[in-house]
């Protein structure tokens, strides 16, 4: 049985009255889940990598209850997971190569050379080579949602978590983004794993994901 990368268990993502949302994301899978703002979606990406608390809901990730970790853990623990808020979370006085490094700078001990060699890897990953001097106001959205990405995945985490990474992309990008942060095939699934929140989903990366559900106001409903 494949080990559980993330289990949000019995939360109230839209606030106390809402309906309590469950949600089980095995290792190698790549999960989506839409809805509308009303619903408490936005606060999901949130609850699933410790920034908002779970209420009497509980959160694990790799078998961590993430209530159990000090503020400090917590920091060292989302080195672990990739995550891309909604509207990227850019600095604007940053280039884009800039913003990417910016993890790899002051969440970890690596040298000049051990950053730059990373970052070549992240540039070239996401297609940024060659645009990677624009800061995001020169930037297209594609760019800056690449930057984003690379950002997230600066420290090639299992578990990747990306708010409204479609919005605004063509069919093409989409793809594209997706596969990226999905890292590549292994004959059981993809090399990372996957969640990705927003309001709609693709019909170009459809086929791509091995769940996909739907908040709605009674709570988290399977989709076919």
Known sequence: MAETVLLIERVAVGGPESPRVTLEIAAHT?????GEDHTGIGN????????KPPGDGRVTVMGTDLA????????AYRRLVGYLPAGDGLLQNLTLHQNVALPLRFGSNFSESQIASRLNIMLAATRLTGAEQLRPAQASEEQRRRAAL???LAFD???????DVFVGLTDRAARDVLETARGGDLPQGSRRTVLTIGPVLPSSVIQRFDLRYRMTRQGLQPED
């Open 30 to 34: 790549t999960v989506s889940v839409v």
């Open 44 to 51: 999901l990406g949130r609850v699933a990598i410790g920034l």
């Open 68 to 75: 159990t970790l000090s503020r400090s853990e917590l920091l």
């Open 150 to 152: 690379a950002r997230a």
């Open 157 to 163: 985490p299992d578990l990747v978590v990306l708010e």
